[in-house]
């Protein structure tokens, strides 16, 4: 029992050593943390970089919902071509990017969605009533002969440094009402 003791107390005055000793080498110390530091830097550059580049995304695709919505005249191939080159400029988008714009109506007594119109540029094809029947869980219950405008945008994400962050597809599903019309129809 008394060697267990002493043996305690040697080995707390050692810490207590350590702790209390003030003599070192400034580089040796800057040797081994500079490096984490700058790790720490970098990881929170490229973290901070992914969620702003995730809110300006959808920041775009709300104004680009907001403007559709606005409309009361027939969108046509123009519009949805600009529309895409304005999401690219507010996204500062180096890759290319993709957008669906379709307008989806909701029949009561089928109680079923099925599409108005849907145009899409990029990589991704125009909404069919297939597909938007998985959706029923995503889109709000509508009135009869009620429009929803849906605007789905994808664009490219890779991280300014290689931490762990994979390149990615940053996706937007955004739907709005008509604002001044009771439907928006699009011209081909």
Known sequence: MIMLHKLITRFSSSLRAFRDETRGSVSVEAAIMFPLLMWGFVAMFSYYDAYRQVSVGQKAAFTIADMVSRETDNLDATYINNAVDLFDYLTTASTGSSMR????????????????WSEARGTVTALTDAIIQAWVDVLPVLPESEALILVETWSGYSAPFNIGLNDTDLENFIFTSPRFASQLGFNS
């Open 101 to 116: 714009i379709s307008v989806i109506y909701y029949d009561n007594a089928a109680a079923d969605y099925y599409i108005g």
